[in-house]
């Protein structure tokens, strides 16, 4: 696979209608906005949502949910024990040694724990991880935590306007527990469901070659980055977002000729203005705005619809 060797930035506008991109456990769950009303959805979201689009696609990953574990493990420490214990047993076949099995106290180095990881796991290549677990195992086998730096940064996501939060008082149909005997509704038949009206999302990222070189990102691994993004909102529906209610709307992709970048990501993300249309007051669909795309002399961006 070939080596990623030119800068990337990229910008992905996403639309909500009638929908909860991403609940605030800290407000009952209401989707997240800032003191201005601009709705937020944060990077550890986004990039839950890109793992589980890997996953989709076939490619192994570190951080699974327990809902969509693979491999039958349910914690991230055991599922890097069983790949350091696996490679140290490849290890041992390789070098013929006459005991096959990993002895206790069989150390690997940072780097090395870093590699195999880094080779095994897509995600852990494309955004780093820190190993840093309470299991004895992976003490003996690493001795020290350890850290990897991933090439892709993603921002938080803001809406280009201020939204607006709906919420719903809802009741369920049947007691989910008894009530002592006692005729009547228990109180928690009674909830509340929580959506944003519409809005439009900016996201908007970045893949650094230096440390794609450290991870082994390649470019296949940003082709599978960009058709995750394409399609992030494939089987992820749920009550709070109904299929069609979180839309993946156009993705700016830029590949720079160089490591370094021609231009910084900052001004590559400005350069796509969107605002609404001229005597629109309230935005009710993507087609309410106006997107615009600065020229950057020497860049020109691959422009791709959602799926």
Known sequence: MAELSNKIDFVLLVSVKMANPNGDP????????????????????????????????????????????????T????????????????KHLAEDKSDKKVKKGDKVSPEQYAAWTCETWLDVRSFGQVFAFNNKKDKEAAGVSVGVRGPISIH??????????????????????????KEGKSSDTMGMKHMIKFGMYEIKGAINVQLA??????????????KCLLTLFENDASSARPDGSMEVGKLYWWKHNCKEGQYSSAKVHRSVKVKLKEGIAE?????????????????????????
Do not use: H
């Not at 914690?75 to 047993?89: M, P, Q």
């Not at 938080?156 to 527990?177: F, H, L, M, R, W």
């Not at 993507?286 to 799926?307: F, H, Q, S, T």
């Open 213 to 226: 070189t450290k991870t082994g990102f390649t470019d296949e691994d940003a082709e599978v980055v960009k």
């Open 156 to 181: 938080q996501a803001v809406s280009i306007d201020p939204v607006e939060v709906c919420s719903y008082q809802i009741t369920k149909s049947v007691n989910g527990e008894n009530k002592d005997g």
């Open 75 to 90: 914690s991230l420490s055991d599922r890097a024990s069983a790949l350091i214990a696996k490679k140290l047993e490849e």
């Open 26 to 73: 800290l407000n009952g769950n209401r989707p997240r906005i800032d003191y201005g009303s601009y709705g937020e959805i944060t990077a550890e979201c986004i990039k839950r949502k890109i793992r589980n689009r890997m996953q989709d696609l076939g490619y192994p990953i570190f951080v699974q949910s327990n809902d969509r574990s693979d491999d039958g493990f």
């Open 283 to 307: 935005a009710l669909s993507a087609d309410d705005y106006d997107i615009v795309v600065d020229e950057l002399n020497g860049l020109v961006p691959e422009v791709k619809e959602g799926m």
